[in-house]
């Protein structure tokens, strides 16, 4: 089954044409780089995915489920990193994790994420004090949560320094063998 189906995407804002018949299938368990210049209408496609924004015609599917209907259901499944996030300064790393754990449901140890992401010497300081790569890290923590079926990851490797990227492509790679689709 495919993990995403576009068929037919097409988003206007006002005059400005950000997507025009994009058609695409990637498929589950696959590791799919989602790649293209600025303003190619990556985000915008990122976007429909998760019910951030509605298309103007076309289809989208996620992980079997139409987009636009059954988001809930879907977001259960999903882990996203977005581009531009913002973490409380106030809360711990451990206390950013659980929010999410608690969130989704599952009874994931945000202290064992924290670990996978490299974080863990970080998990009861507060994210303020974070660095950009450390702060990368720890949403990609929150996007483990609940083993999901689908990562929507935006710019995985941002602000880390090389050791910090070939980390993350290591999870990568390690979602994927577990059967989980990367994009």
């Known amino acids: 089954?495919?993990?995403?189906?576009?068929?037919?995407?097409?988003?206007?804002?006002?005059?400005?044409?950000?997507?025009?018949d994009v058609n695409l299938t990637v498929e589950e368990g696959e590791i799919f780089g989602f790649l293209g210049p600025n303003g190619a209408g990556k985000s915008t496609t990122i976007d429909i995915l998760l019910?951030?924004?509605?298309?103007?015609?076309?289809?989208a599917r996620v992980l079997g489920?139409?987009?636009?209907?059954?988001?809930?259901?879907?977001?259960?499944?999903?882990?996203?990193?977005?581009?531009?996030y913002q973490v409380y300064d106030r809360l711990t790393g451990c206390q950013h994790v659980q929010f999410?754990?608690?969130?989704?449901g599952t009874g994931d140890d945000p202290e064992a994420l924290l670990a996978r992401?490299?974080?863990?010497?970080?998990?009861?300081?507060?994210?303020g004090e974070?660095?950009?790569?450390?702060?990368?890290?720890l949403v990609l923590a929150m996007a483990l949560v609940g083993t999901p079926d689908l990562?929507?990851?935006?710019?995985?490797?941002t602000g880390l320094d090389p050791n910090g990227a070939r980390e993350i492509r290591r999870i990568i790679r390690?979602?994927?063998?577990?059967g989980a689709t990367v994009f």
Do not use: C, W
Not at 1 to 20: R, S
Not at 117 to 127: F, H, K, L, V
């Open 174 to 178: 390690e979602e994927r063998d577990r």
């Open 151 to 157: 990562l929507v990851l935006d710019e995985p490797t």
């Open 130 to 137: 974070y660095s950009q790569g450390m702060r990368q890290r």
């Open 100 to 104: 999410a754990v608690d969130s989704k």
């Open 1 to 20: 089954m495919a993990a995403i189906e576009l068929e037919g995407l097409t988003k206007h804002f006002g005059d400005v044409v950000a997507l025009d």
């Open 117 to 127: 992401t490299g974080i863990e010497n970080a998990a009861d300081r507060p994210a």
């Open 65 to 84: 489920v139409d987009a636009q209907h059954g988001t809930l259901a879907t977001r259960r499944r999903t882990g996203v990193l977005p581009d531009a």
């Open 51 to 59: 019910d951030f924004v509605r298309p103007t015609e076309g289809r």
